[in-house]
């Protein structure tokens, strides 16, 4: 369940009359999502998504507007949020911050075809092309600062060898990315999961979900992609997704040297983010609303193999 907070018609339908966005007809809470409570809306003119943010730092919600209109400025499909006749997209309904979304057409994909992960990379490679000269900044929270920092909390819930896995990943981690200069920087979705996708058939009619957005390694998003989209049940990577992805994404953004040598490395990194992530959801700091939390060990199983079998040869630029 998503919705936190219900709302009734009234309630929504008075909200709507700031916005120019038709006159309310019905709403309907959505099932999915596990942060905020979403609602879709539909009114005479048009389809829409209302969402109350829940929790997090609401003093970032700014960063998320500005992101995402500087996104859809730019043709990226992405939902722009509505803004009212002032001109001003972030309110609050029932005591909690809300916004108005277009609602994005499709369905996530949970197998991605070849033609999914083609317009998958494509966008990525656009939105990370556009991205670095967007001007907000949120540093990146899931960075190896966090990874340093949090993954104490969950060793004793670890069994010696995953203990041990755990703290010497970090370590390489830290010595591995040392040597490197800075990477390419820039806004990044920073959970780009399939979930977080509409696709309408093979064209890809939305992406969703930035409230894990900030600023930082390009890289970071690209290899959190491509451990969702282009793994194997047992963990190893996919090659025809990898190479279909990844092709896509360099054919609008390039890789550059450092980021080709420490891709192995990222995508362990990335790999190690989640399953602590999750660990520390079941473990240390469950949600307080009932949801299942995510399976910490699909992140493990990951992980693994990116050790055993290391990364994939990436596609040569084709430009
Ligand atoms: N702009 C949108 N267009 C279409 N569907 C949306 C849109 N925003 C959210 N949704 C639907 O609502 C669900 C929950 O939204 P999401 O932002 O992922 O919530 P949460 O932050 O709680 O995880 C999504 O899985 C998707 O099905
Ligand atoms: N999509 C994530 C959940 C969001 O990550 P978080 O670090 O904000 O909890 C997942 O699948 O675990």
Avoid at 37 to 49: K, M
Avoid at 121 to 136: A, E, I, K, N, P
Avoid at 206 to 211: L, R, V
Avoid at 295 to 300: A, K, N, V
């Amino acid at each position: 369940m998503a919705v936190f907070t219900p709302l009734s018609d009234a309630q929504v339908a008075a909200f709507l009359k700031r916005f120019d966005v038709g006159h309310f007809v019905s709403l309907q809470g959505v099932a999915g999502g596990t942060e905020n409570s979403t609602f879709f809306v539909t009114t005479d003119r048009c389809e829409l998504v209302l969402t109350l943010f829940e929790q997090g730092e609401h003093d970032e919600l700014p960063f998320f507007v500005d992101l995402l209109d500087y996104l859809d400025e730019h043709r990226l499909p992405v939902p722009g949020p509505v803004h009212d006749h002032e001109g001003i997209a972030l309110h609050s309904l029932s005591n909690k911050p809300a916004l108005l979304f277009p609602r994005m057409p499709g369905r996530h994909p949970e197998a991605p075809n070849l033609a999914q992960c083609q317009a998958l990379g494509d966008t990525l490679g656009r939105l990370h092309g556009v991205s670095q000269h967007f001007s907000g900044h949120r540093p990146n929270p899931r960075d190896l600062h966090w990874l340093q920092a949090m993954h104490h909390k969950v060793l004793t819930y670890l069994s010696p060898d995953d203990q041990t896995l755990m703290k010497n990943e970090v370590d390489d981690f830290e010595s591995a990315f040392s040597q490197y200069a800075e990477l390419p920087q820039g806004a990044i979705h920073g959970d780009l999961f399939r979930d977080n996708t509409l696709f309408d058939g093979d064209a890809l009619g939305g992406i969703i979900d930035f409230y894990n957005g900030c600023t930082g390694d390009l890289l970071f998003d690209l290899a959190i992609v491509i451990n969702d989209w282009a793994s194997n049940e047992d963990g190893t990577l996919n090659a025809e997704r990898y190479d279909t992805l990844l092709s896509a994404y360099q054919a609008r953004r390039p890789l550059t040297q450092d980021e080709r040598d420490v891709w192995p490395v990222m995508l362990r990194m990335t790999a190690l983010r989640y399953w602590l992530s999750r660990l520390l959801v079941v473990y240390v700091d469950p949600p307080a609303h009932d949801l299942t939390p995510h399976d910490p060990e699909r992140f493990h199983t990951i992980l693994n193999a990116r050790i055993a079998h290391g990364a994939l040869p990436l596609p040569e630029a084709d430009l």
